[in-house]
Antibody, heavy 124, light 110 residues
Framework: QVQLQESGPGLVKPSQTLSLTCTVS??????????WSWIRQHPGKGLEWIGY???????YYNPSLKSRVTISVDTSKNQFSLKLSSVTAADTAVYYC????????????????WGRGTLVTVSS | QSALTQPASVSGSPGQSITISCTGT?????????VSWYQQHPGKAPKLMIY???NRPSGVPDRFSGSKSGNTASLTISGLQAEDEADYYC??????????FGGGTKLTVL
């Protein structure tokens, strides 16, 4: 059974870089067919897609965040990571990692697997 | 990239049916059959309920169904149960960015 688990600092100072890692267990990122995603949810608000990556390293980002976001993959560790630079209080949110069977990978199945989420607070 | 439009809230009594709409444009909902729906209980991660407009993943009750007409997708829950009370989000593939979510709808079971 594939599971996702986010990890990283829960507190980041303004102007610094937020860094999170998602560890995939029970299955291989390299098996293909899925895009590995980061999604966030501001307190009391809706879901916001940040971006995703294929095991090959191909990435797609939300245009509104693209200038500050980098998503990378480490297939040897079965992990993918998020870096969000120049953070402000507006980046305070619960960050989820998720798996999508994307149309881009040839078979759409939506975000069928999610991590539990991790709250990141931006504050000095 | 604008969020898909959902009603802020809907409500219904146990046993009734409710429908949540998700309105986009021809560049997203109307242009592709890549619409999905998610249920989120407070403090929990979202759960996939419908994908590709009307397909249910294994384990999702058949009380949940999806459809689409033009630029609007819909999620219908029949035989409403107390456990269905949650927030619901739609999502679509878009031509400008692979993914866009709706603003979310709070379902209250009266």
């Amino acid at each position: 059974q594939v599971q996702l688990q986010e990890s990283g600092p829960g507190l980041v100072k303004p102007s610094q870089t937020l860094s999170l890692t998602c560890t995939v267990s029970g299955g291989s990122i390299s098996s293909g067919g899925y895009y590995w995603s980061w999604i966030r949810q501001h307190p009391g608000k809706g879901l916001e897609w940040i971006g995703y990556i294929y095991y090959s390293g191909s990435t797609y980002y939300n245009p509104s965040l693209k200038s500050r976001v980098t998503i990378s993959v480490d297939t040897s560790k079965n992990q993918f990571s998020l870096k969000l630079s120049s953070v402000t209080a507006a980046d305070t949110a619960v960050y989820y990692c998720a798996r999508e069977g994307s149309v881009l990978s040839g078979s759409y199945s939506g975000f069928d697997l999610w991590g539990r989420g991790t709250l990141v607070t931006v504050s000095s | 990239q604008s969020a898909l439009t959902q009603p802020a809230s809907v409500s219904g009594s146990p046993g009734q049916s409710i429908t949540i709409s998700c309105t986009g444009t021809s560049s997203d909902v109307g242009g592709y059959n890549y619409v999905s729906w998610y249920q989120q209980h407070p403090g929990k991660a979202p759960k996939l309920m419908i994908y590709e407009v009307s397909n249910r993943p294994s384990g999702v009750p058949d009380r949940f169904s999806g459809s689409k007409s033009g630029n609007t997708a819909s999620l219908t829950i029949s035989g409403l149960q107390a456990e269905d009370e949650a927030d619901y989000y739609c999502s679509s593939y878009t031509s400008s960015s692979p993914v866009v979510f709706g603003g979310g709808t709070k379902l209250t079971v009266l």
